[in-house]
Nanobody, 113 residues
């Protein structure tokens, strides 16, 4: 299973982006889904996650700015990112959590000051 993330790009500080993710095959409805990010020279960190029932968790650094959501009927997961800052610059990865985690290739988000 490949997770295909899209929606990254270059945005100015204060701007917004919406990331999308879908699996290459299969469904997501039974799985916890998450977004991770990795900045150059930094460890990968979990940004947000959402349970199959819709419960969400966020890293402190993105609370009140980022929103994770899912559409199980479309097997899509989204990350709405508002009030972006240069510190949010990273490659963002979509992950399907389970007995085995499946990761996507990531999408680059660059925030200019």
């Amino acid at each position: 299973v490949q997770l295909q993330a899209s929606g990254g790009g270059l945005v100015q500080a204060g701007g917004s982006l919406r990331l999308s993710c879908r699996p290459s095959r299969g469904l997501i409805s039974s799985y916890r889904m998450a977004w991770y990010r990795q900045a150059p020279g930094e460890q990968r960190e979990e940004v947000a996650s959402i349970s199959s029932g819709g419960d969400t968790n966020y890293a402190d650094s993105v609370k009140c700015r980022f929103t994770i959501s899912r559409d199980n009927a479309k097997s899509m997961v989204y990350l709405q990112m508002n009030s972006l800052s240069p510190e949010d610059t990273a490659v963002y990865f979509c992950v399907r959590r389970g007995a085995r985690d499946y990761w996507g290739k990531g999408t680059q988000v660059t925030v200019s000051s």
